[in-house]
């Protein structure tokens, strides 16, 4: 990761932490990676990632005392507001960071923008989002308080979906960063973390879980669980 996008990124934040806004959006995607050493060993945990986006997951309903567009923050850092693709999800860009929002998908989906007016977007609303939204927790980084999945909902999600990428460098990327989350909750006698949210999931999930963690060879937590 470039020392320049780093700082960005910890610009950006320092600038919704300062509005109030960390307290209702989860941080999620290969950021998470990063903040994990803060819930680590710092001594053992590797935390180089690759990737030039924060993703931020906001919870349904959104619950603000006032309205704050979230593009007006940021916007004379250089970013642009732009409309992603044929659905229109909103998306902030800039050559060092951009940044998307999410919401869990609803009932059956849709493939529509959710509009949040609250913070002036629209987000892309995904599947099997809720499962990180209902196993958050915070973190202290860089004096601000920032909500993230628990690393084991992190890397079982990863264990969800990375076959649905259609991209091959992003899905040896998930498999990669969620192995590492796996590899260190174990070196750190957490197991029973990756155990007691594993047993919360659907049985469907699971079974996919543990299909894919055997299909590049990890055993090791596929027994686990």
Same mark, same amino acid.
């Given at each position: 990761?470039?020392?320049?996008?780093?700082?960005?990124?910890?610009?950006?934040?320092?600038? =919704?932490?300062?509005?109030?806004?960390?307290?209702?959006?989860?941080?999620? %995607?290969?950021?998470?990676?990063?903040?994990y050493k803060d819930?680590?060993?710092?001594?053992? =945990?590797?935390?180089?990632?690759?990737?030039?986006?924060?993703?931020?997951?906001?919870?349904?309903?959104?619950?603000?005392?006032?309205p704050d567009d979230?593009?007006?923050?940021? !916007?004379?850092?250089? +970013?642009? @507001?732009?409309?992603?693709?044929?659905?229109? =999800?909103?998306?902030?860009?800039?050559?060092?960071?951009?940044?998307?929002?999410?919401?869990?998908?609803?009932?059956?989906?849709?493939?529509?923008? +959710?509009?949040?007016?609250?913070? %002036?977007?629209?987000?892309?609303?995904?599947? =099997?989002?809720?499962?990180?939204?209902?196993?958050?927790? @915070?973190?202290?980084?860089?004096?601000?308080?920032?909500?993230?999945?628990?690393?084991?909902a992190y890397a079982?999600?990863?264990?969800?979906?990375?076959?649905? @990428?259609?991209?091959?460098?992003?899905?040896?990327?998930?498999?990669?960063? #969620?192995?590492?989350?796996?590899?260190?909750?174990?070196? !750190?006698?957490?197991? #029973?973390?990756?155990?007691?949210?594993? %047993?919360?999931?659907?049985?469907?999930?699971?079974?996919?879980?543990?299909?894919?963690?055997?299909?590049?060879?990890?055993?090791?937590?596929?027994?686990?669980?």
């Amino acid at each position: 990761m470039e020392k320049k996008t780093f700082d960005f990124c910890i610009e950006v934040l320092r600038r =919704y932490h300062k509005a109030g806004l960390l307290e209702h959006v989860i941080i999620v %995607g290969s950021w998470c990676i990063y903040f994990y050493k803060d819930y680590f060993n710092k001594e053992s =945990y590797m935390t180089s990632i690759r990737t030039s986006d924060i993703d931020f997951l906001v919870p349904i309903p959104v619950k603000l005392r006032k309205p704050d567009d979230m593009f007006d923050l940021v !916007e004379d850092l250089g +970013y642009i @507001r732009i409309f992603s693709g044929e659905k229109g =999800y909103v998306k902030f860009a800039h050559p060092e960071l951009t940044i998307e929002f999410l919401v869990p998908e609803q009932g059956r989906g849709s493939d529509k923008p +959710y509009p949040i007016p609250q913070l %002036g977007i629209n987000a892309q609303p995904l599947r =099997y989002l809720h499962f990180l939204q209902d196993n958050a927790i @915070r973190l202290d980084f860089e004096g601000m308080s920032i909500r993230v999945p628990h690393p084991a909902a992190y890397a079982l999600h990863k264990f969800i979906i990375f076959m649905r @990428r259609t991209k091959p460098d992003k899905r040896d990327r998930d498999i990669e960063g #969620a192995l590492r989350v796996f590899r260190q909750l174990l070196a !750190e006698g957490k197991s #029973a973390s990756i155990k007691t949210i594993f %047993g919360k999931m659907h049985r469907k999930w699971q079974t996919t879980i543990v299909k894919n963690l055997i299909s590049v060879g990890e055993n090791e937590v596929a027994d686990l669980l």
